[in-house]
């Protein structure tokens, strides 16, 4: 089963930062761009998502703020080729580090009592200071690939 939250402005007119080390980190340049995906990728409009969970998170994130924080930018990447790879990237910015019980809090959101990834609900989350990226993608999917090492290219030539 497939959800599809709808069609959601992609782009916020303003430019959100973080800070990683008191280095400024836009975080929009953690974003895919077009010329950085596979042959055959395309970029979509509406999220997609296999579980509800996250595109409820996505959606009414505030309605966990006390239990997150607050999150003061939001913005995703629904990404899909014609073999079936197909899923969002969604991109949370919060005013100030997640805490342990509040990243607790999201896996059990969107995981279950697991707490981790299953073959039901494949998607990956990682916390980077302030901001939380969900790859809505099946297990093993490339766009997960190269989407988390570009993150984490970016952040390490930002820490030097």
Wanted: net charge negative.
């Amino acid at each position: 089963m497939l959800f599809v939250l709808g069609i959601v402005d992609l782009y916020a007119e303003e430019v959100s930062v973080l800070h990683q080390n008191h280095k400024t980190v836009i975080i929009d340049s953690l974003k895919l761009r077009e010329n950085e995906l596979p042959k055959g990728y395309k970029f979509g409009k509406d999220i997609f998502c296999k579980n509800i969970q996250p595109a409820m998170l996505y959606k009414e994130h505030n309605l966990y703020g006390a239990l997150i924080g607050e999150a003061i930018k939001k913005d995703f990447q629904s990404i899909s080729n014609e073999n079936g790879d197909a899923g969002s990237i969604l991109y949370f910015q919060f005013k100030k580090r997640v805490e342990e019980s509040g990243k607790e809090f999201i896996k059990g959101l969107i995981w279950g009592e697991n707490s981790q990834p299953t073959k039901q609900h494949p998607e990956s989350i990682e916390f980077f200071e302030d901001v939380m990226v969900i790859w809505c993608f099946e297990q093993g999917s490339l766009i997960y690939k190269l989407s988390r090492e570009k993150i984490l290219l970016y952040l390490e030539m930002q820490t030097k």
